[in-house]
């Protein structure tokens, strides 16, 4: 359904320069900072922002490689007949259970996805949404010696394909029937799945918001697998499903902040006529995010990164090809597994 990533990790840093870059005052920063945001930031921004969607997915840079190939599986969905009854199911299992076993379900970092079976043929089919390049990719920037801004091999896609591993899902997670449609409520999912994969491109796991407290500011939301899921089943919902009254849970990775600060893209921030001090102060940022480290380099980059966002208090979020100043808040950092009701038919045709 989408471009696959070859296998081979690629990352290299700004060490493979010469030399680290030389530390800006946060000071000088801070003001930079503001003056970027009295420079053209609108009064009154929408909160949270509208994740940005595309007229096409390009193809990925070659330089973007990823260990594990996407959607190996991948299969054309099929056109069902319209008086097929087909069962839903929802799956979920830890996040890289085929490396790690259940160790992240312990945590309850989930992944999460669809299953399919037509009563009339009895073939189960998977659906699910994920990156092309891995997490860390999707998350944090190359930064390549031969480039002055940060490289992003960022993007997500839909994986469809025949069958649904049971023992996968089943053992360290969940496959539970949530609803049944008909043939003819799949192949209108089918069609809009194929626009939302070729507009939504690419993967987003952060959700940022001002405080842990119940109906709290949200200033980014994240875009990823669950949030996949969850629009799909609304979908369905509009299109006749009705679902079953259990209880569903997702993992969501949260940042908490102040009101956020546009600083710009990365051709008003790194080029030509850029900000040099503002360019450098998130290259620096970025620095310890490097995967791959050694041990020793590795326990110093959590260092750097425990003193740039808990001591400093300072993020630098990349959203919409954009990039965003945090400035971070108590508790920082959580992960949470929260739960989202399924869809209600009736509240989802009144809404819209």
């Known amino acids: 359904m989408a471009q696959a990533g070859s296998a081979g990790p690629g990352s ?3 060490r493979g320069a010469g030399a680290a870059p030389e530390r800006a005052p946060w000071s000088w920063t801070l003001a930079l900072l ?3 945001a009295a420079a053209g930031t609108p009064s009154r921004r929408q909160w949270p922002v509208p994740y940005r969607r595309f007229s096409f997915r390009p193809e990925p840079d070659p330089y973007c490689q990823a260990k594990y190939t996407f ?9 069902m007949k319209g008086d097929d009854v087909i069962e839903v199911f929802r799956l979920q299992a830890p996040v890289w259970e085929f490396k790690y076993g259940d160790l992240l379900g312990h945590l309850k970092i989930m992944h999460d996805a669809i299953g399919f079976r037509s009563t009339l043929t009895g073939k189960n089919y998977t659906m699910e949404w994920y990156e092309l390049f891995q997490l860390g990719n ?10 002055n801004a940060p490289f992003w091999c960022n993007q997500g896609a839909a994986c469809f394909f025949e069958g649904i591993d049971d023992i996968h899902w089943k053992e360290n997670g969940t ?14 999912m089918a069609k809009w799945v194929k626009r939302d994969n070729e507009t939504g491109i690419y993967y987003e796991t952060w959700t940022v918001q001002a405080s842990p407290e119940k109906g709290a500011e949200t200033w980014f939301e994240s875009y990823d697998c669950s949030k996949f899921v969850l629009r799909t089943y609304e979908k369905l919902a509009e299109f006749g499903a009705e679902f079953k009254k259990i209880e569903t849970n997702y993992t969501r990775i949260f940042l908490y902040s102040g009101e956020p600060t546009y600083l710009g893209n990365e051709t008003s921030i790194f080029g030509p006529t850029g900000n040099k001090t503002l360019a450098l102060a998130i290259k620096r940022f970025y620095y310890p995010f490097k995967p791959h480290l050694p041990t020793k ?4 980059s959590l260092l750097q990164i425990f003193d740039a966002v808990i001591i400093h208090r300072q993020f630098y979020l990349f959203y919409n090809f954009e990039y965003w100043f945090l400035p971070m808040k108590f508790p920082f950092i959580k992960i949470t597994y929260e739960e989202i009701p399924l869809p209600n038919k009736n509240k989802t045709f009144s809404s819209l």
């Open 12 to 14: 290299r840093g700004l």
């Open 34 to 36: 503001w003056l970027a």
């Open 175 to 188: 496959l539970v029937l949530v609803a049944t449609i008909s043939g003819n409520a799949f192949n209108k």
């Open 138 to 147: 999707c998350t944090f920037p190359h930064l390549r010696p031969e480039m």
């Open 71 to 79: 959607c190996p599986a991948s299969s054309p969905m099929p056109v």
């Open 297 to 300: 380099e590795f326990l110093l």
